[in-house]
Nanobody, 115 residues
Framework: QVQLVESGGGLVQPGGSLRLSCAAS????????MGWYSQAPGQQREWVEK???????KLADSVKGRFTISRDSAKNTVYLQMNSLKPEDTAVYYC?????????WGQGTQVTVSS
């Protein structure tokens, strides 16, 4: 299986920034797509951004203009740059990867946006 480990979460004030990282246990060249999902307390897990081979990306309307996903195959790592954070962004953020028809998830990293 594929192990995904997230990092970079924390507490930030509204308007601040964080950069989340997702390190994979194998080459991410075979993981397509990869992406980030968020899950707030009492809510369903929702996709935030996805990235495909060739760096094609898709992002949710709620984060357009604020979040950016990128992938560094040399480091087996996917990033989520989060800018202009809002309290509504508070959630656990999970890394996701597809290997063929199999789906893999990280353990999540907590992002808290509060003044």
């Amino acid at each position: 299986q594929v192990q995904l480990v997230e990092s970079g979460g924390g507490l930030v004030q509204p308007g601040g920034s964080l950069r989340l990282s997702c390190a994979a246990s194998r080459s991410i060249l075979s993981l397509n797509p990869m992406g980030w999902y968020s899950q707030a307390p009492g809510q369903q897990r929702e996709w935030v951004e996805k990235i495909w081979a060739g760096d094609t990306t898709k992002l949710a309307d709620s984060v357009k203009g604020r979040f950016t996903i990128s992938r560094d195959s040399a480091k087996n790592t996917v990033y989520l740059q989060m800018n202009s954070l809002k309290p509504e962004d508070t959630a656990v953020y999970y890394c996701n990867a597809a290997l063929g028809r199999d789906q893999y998830w990280g353990q999540g990293t907590q992002v808290t946006v509060s003044s």
